[in-house]
């Protein structure tokens, strides 16, 4: 089964509001957790490392008060689009490191559409 | 030059034969190496990881890897329509770099009957 829980799948949006996007390693803690965002036909790009109990760390470019994450519990991560725009709609992806093994593991993804 | 390059493809092989995947990184300090698998519309699915130098065999999968080249490859045998989704390489880019992968643009395999 999955290791890592991502919701919702997907959401449609009105422009200017917020979502938020969670993501949960399901059977082992995960003091890091990364937010990838993927438009279509390109790679991930990594947006985000989340660390439990400390701000996260943002890539160049992804603007912290518009994406706010918040890593709370060893096990759950999210991540919230504030005033949202139609070009932050966009497939977002998280991502836990499990320590066993030192294997990255993804969430199923969430497909943000701001109309 | 970006950090993790790929050819985008597609690349199209015949159902049963092998299927070769390429990949080159830029900095050499990278210790470890990654394959996913990413079907439409999905989220990445690791295929295989490797860390030393030479072949690791699992199932139909072989990654390779050549850190003097700064080269890693995946070949699938016995390609199955199954197998038919684009592929990521991702890097672990510099010593005591962490956790944080960098991805390459992905390779679109398609596999036909």
């Known amino acids: 089964g999955a290791v890592v829980s991502q919701h919702p799948s997907w959401v449609i949006c009105k422009s200017g509001t917020s979502v938020k996007i969670e993501c949960r390693s399901l059977d082992f803690q995960a003091t890091t957790m990364f937010w990838y965002r993927q438009f279509p036909k390109q790679s991930l790009m990594l947006m985000a490392t989340?660390?439990?109990?400390?701000?996260?760390?943002?890539e160049q470019g992804v603007e912290k008060d518009k994406f706010l994450i918040n890593h709370a519990s060893l096990t759950l991560s999210t991540l919230t689009v504030t005033s949202a725009h139609p070009e932050d709609s966009s497939f977002y992806i998280c991502?836990?490191?499990?320590?066993?093994?030192?294997?990255?593991?993804f969430g199923s993804g969430t497909q943000l559409s701001v109309l | 030059q970006k950090e993790v390059e790929q050819n985008s493809g597609p690349l199209s092989v015949p159902e049963g034969a092998i299927a070769s995947l390429n990949c080159t990184y830029s900095d050499r300090g990278s210790q470890s190496f990654f394959w996913y698998r990413q079907y439409s519309g999905k989220s990445p699915e690791l295929i295989m990881f490797?860390?030393?130098?030479g072949d690791k065999e699992d199932g139909r999968f072989t990654a390779q890897l050549n850190k003097a080249s700064q080269y890693v490859s995946l070949l699938i045998r016995d390609s199955q329509p199954s197998d038919s989704a684009t592929y990521l390489c991702a890097v672990n880019i510099g010593a005591g770099g962490g956790n944080k992968l960098t991805f390459g643009t992905g390779t679109q395999l398609k596999v036909e009957l």
């Open positions: 490797i860390y030393s130098n």
């Open positions: 991502s836990a490191f499990r320590p066993a093994g030192e294997k990255l593991f």
């Open positions: 989340s660390n439990e109990g400390s701000k996260a760390t943002y």
